[in-house]
């Protein structure tokens, strides 16, 4: 994301929406079949496209299947069930249904955030999908296909005790997840702050966003950022009157799925399968299910720009 962009609307999730995506849990309990225990919607099923699978290279179309490098800590997009393996959450079921669709079925491989990137292009996994929005960075390490729109999203305790302004929030304690389009953002901001004879931001850097939430509940940190969904799911999991957004949404992008620079070929069928989700109706289903079809994008395009 580009930095200090002019704020744009609000991520305008309605009411009975959020409140169905952000009632889901990662950790489940009661009767019934799995998706009741998890507290996820059920994925619907995807059959395969002839035409779009024949997109897929002769060496992934006889595997099968595909590996897939997550960091699978950031709900309601990515996150592991109960069992402590089972990958659940909106992108998940999105890839998943667009690999369907291409005769493939998606290997979900659980790693750090800032490894997924490296294990892309050492050929570890075939894809990378966890939140990653689409950077003039990481575009120049590998291919991403879009399928996803977010912004920037602050919140600190509630009634704001300390004061927090995202504009203005030199000498106050931040907390976010490390690697991240987060991490830049607030690395500006306390550059900034130095540069303007100002006291910096403290920083605190964690592996997972659960982490960086629980420091702001606890009061070690003032405030941390985060994509729109997961911050909403702060919200909402740790109860009424804990935490409040700060500010509004911004620098809203795209989310990408990731490949190796020079398999774009696979990147061109993931693509087709995400434009074919979006015009048979499979890929709104899946946003609303999760509460989350305020990102929805019109089209899946592989590497698209990121200049205004």
Request: hydrophobic share 40%.
């Given at each position: 994301m580009a930095l200090h962009k002019p704020k744009s609307a609000p991520f305008a999730l309605?009411?009975?929406s959020l409140a169905g995506a952000l009632a889901l849990s990662a950790c489940g309990g009661g009767d019934g079949d799995g998706t009741e225990e998890t507290g996820a919607p059920e994925a619907p099923s995807?059959?395969?496209?002839?035409?779009l699978a024949a997109l897929v290279p002769a060496d992934i179309a006889e595997a099968g299947t595909v590996k897939i490098g997550v960091e699978a800590s950031y709900p309601p997009g990515e996150y592991l069930e109960e069992d402590g393996e089972t990958v659940l959450g909106f992108n998940v079921d999105l890839l998943d249904a667009a690999l369907a669709k291409l005769g493939l079925e998606g290997q979900w491989e659980p790693t750090a955030f800032d490894s997924i990137i490296i294990g892309v292009n050492t050929g570890t996994y075939d894809l990378g999908s966890s939140s990653f929005t689409i950077t003039e960075e990481r575009l120049e390490q590998v291919n991403m296909v879009s399928y996803f729109s977010s912004g920037t999203q602050w919140f600190a305790q509630a009634g704001n005790p300390e004061g927090v302004d995202p504009d203005n929030a030199c000498g106050m304690r931040v907390a976010v997840q490390a690697d991240t389009t987060h991490d830049t953002d607030i690395e500006a901001r306390s550059q900034a702050c130095v540069d303007a004879g100002e006291e910096p931001i403290t920083i605190q850097k964690f592996e997972?966003?659960?982490?960086?939430?629980e420091t702001v509940v606890s009061g070690v940190n003032d405030a941390s950022l985060a994509d729109m969904p997961t911050s909403a799911y702060a919200l909402e999991q740790t109860g009424?009157?804990?935490l409040e957004f700060i500010g509004e949404q911004y620098d809203a992008a795209p989310y990408g799925i990731l490949t190796h620079k020079e398999d774009e070929e696979l990147a061109e069928a993931i693509a087709a399968a995400f434009n074919a989700l979006i015009e048979d109706g499979t890929y709104?289903?899946?946003?609303?299910?999760w509460g989350v079809d305020a990102g929805g994008l019109g089209s899946s395009e592989v590497n698209p720009s990121t200049s205004e």
């Open positions: 309605g009411a009975l995807v059959e395969a496209d002839e035409e997972n966003q659960p982490l960086a939430t009424e009157g804990v709104e289903e899946i946003l609303q299910e």
